[in-house]
Nanobody, 117 residues
């Protein structure tokens, strides 16, 4: 079983950057696709970015060109580099793991990202 823990969230001004990390523990990390999702107050959870076991990535249109997802299988880590942040990026960010990008079996507890104008 995989357990996930996000870190790196915080308060940042518009135009700033943050780097989120997701630490995975448990066996079989290398077989899982990984993803970042976010949920803003009053809104549904939405996909931000995903990365497969072989490094193929996909991004939401709203973050393309600003966010970069990556993973380090040697450290059981996944990252989300976020640049040019704007207040619309304010949300709780969750990392997820699944056997494919259409089915997520595991979720982290989330980390808050707040972007001020």
């Amino acid at each position: 079983q995989v357990q996930l823990a996000e870190s790196g969230g915080g308060l940042v001004q518009a135009g700033g950057s943050l780097r989120l990390s997701c630490a995975a523990s448990g066996i079989g990390y290398n077989i899982y696709s990984m993803g970042w999702y976010r949920q803003a107050p009053g809104k549904q959870r939405e996909m931000v970015a995903t990365i497969t076991t072989i490094g193929s990535t996909n991004y939401a249109d709203s973050v393309k060109g600003r966010f970069t997802i990556s993973r380090d299988n040697t450290k059981n880590m996944m990252y989300l580099q976020m640049t040019t942040l704007n207040p619309e990026d304010t949300a709780v960010y969750y990392c997820a793991a699944g056997l494919n990008v259409f089915s997520w079996q595991y979720w982290g507890p989330g980390t808050q990202v707040t972007v001020t104008p």
